[in-house]
């Protein structure tokens, strides 16, 4: 970081030095029968006075404004270490599955691996940069999406809409993925048939809003990831007080809205 703690030793010595010197001034000034002398000599308390005063606000201007640029770091710190988190376990499964795919159908291996390579060049690129566009989210849905109607031997049904007012909105990268994920590890990777996610997307006058549907088999035990976690402390630290992340369940259909004010 580039911020410099202040010398506290050094300023308080300073303050001490002027707080003793005005108040030896006072004893002088208390004791004195020259009292023609006294005037100039009160001009002379009133400019010491002045001096210390400054010189604490300054003290204190300083000192609030590194624990300010402090939080801030830390902020950013937390950020790009959770950002990193994201995407590596679907990576991991990608692999897995193009390792069986080399042998079995080369030419479907290879258009999974330039799919996951762009995926790859945008989640280590363009995920540790502060803000993206939405149309870029947007993208790297659409390829996951891809990727997964790909993989799979069955049939499954995934219908994205989006519906963007301004794709040019900066919003913080990979934000979207993991409820996109969660969607596909606990609904169309467990259900033998049937299985289905619908997800939109809107913006409007700076408002974005995901809405994920999809259906899942109760008696399945799914585990607990870090992933929902890392979403919503990602939001606490980007978009304070201006999103909402709500879910719920009906008939064995999971849906997750996220809203955001930029």
Not at 77 to 98: A, G, I, K, R, W
Not at 123 to 130: A, L, M, R, T, V
Not at 236 to 257: D, G, Q, R, W
């Amino acid at each position: 970081m580039n911020f410099k703690f202040p010398d506290k030793k050094k300023i308080f010595s300073m303050l001490t030095f002027r707080i003793t010197l005005a108040v030896i001034g006072i004893i002088i000034v208390l004791f004195n029968d020259t009292f023609g002398k006294i005037e100039g000599f009160v001009e002379f308390l009133l400019l010491y006075f002045i001096s210390v005063s400054i010189a604490v606000f300054h003290w204190l201007f300083v000192n609030i404004k590194f624990i300010i640029n402090l939080k801030n770091e830390k902020a950013k710190t937390e950020l790009m270490h959770l950002q990193s988190q994201v995407n590596p376990h679907f990576f991991f499964n990608m692999l897995n599955n193009l390792y069986g795919l080399v042998d079995k159908d080369s030419e479907k291996a290879k258009k999974l691996i330039l799919k996951l390579s762009d995926m790859m060049r945008y989640s280590i690129y363009e995920g540790q940069n502060e803000y993206v566009t939405l149309q870029q989210e947007i993208d790297f849905i659409n390829n996951y999406i891809e990727l997964h109607k790909m993989r799979y031997h069955k049939n499954i049904v995934v219908n994205f809409e989006v519906d963007v007012e301004d794709e040019n909105l900066k919003v913080m990268p990979l934000l979207f993925i993991i409820l996109v994920e969660n969607a596909f590890k606990h609904g169309v990777e467990v259900l033998r048939n049937n299985a289905f996610v619908h997800i939109s997307i809107a913006s409007k006058r700076r408002k974005i809003i995901l809405k994920i549907e999809n259906n899942f088999d109760q008696e399945e035990k799914s585990e607990k990831g870090i992933g929902l976690e890392n979403l919503k402390r990602r939001l606490e630290l980007a978009y304070p007080k201006k999103h909402k992340l709500i879910s719920l369940i009906n008939n064995n259909v999971y849906t997750a809205k996220l809203t955001i004010n930029l």
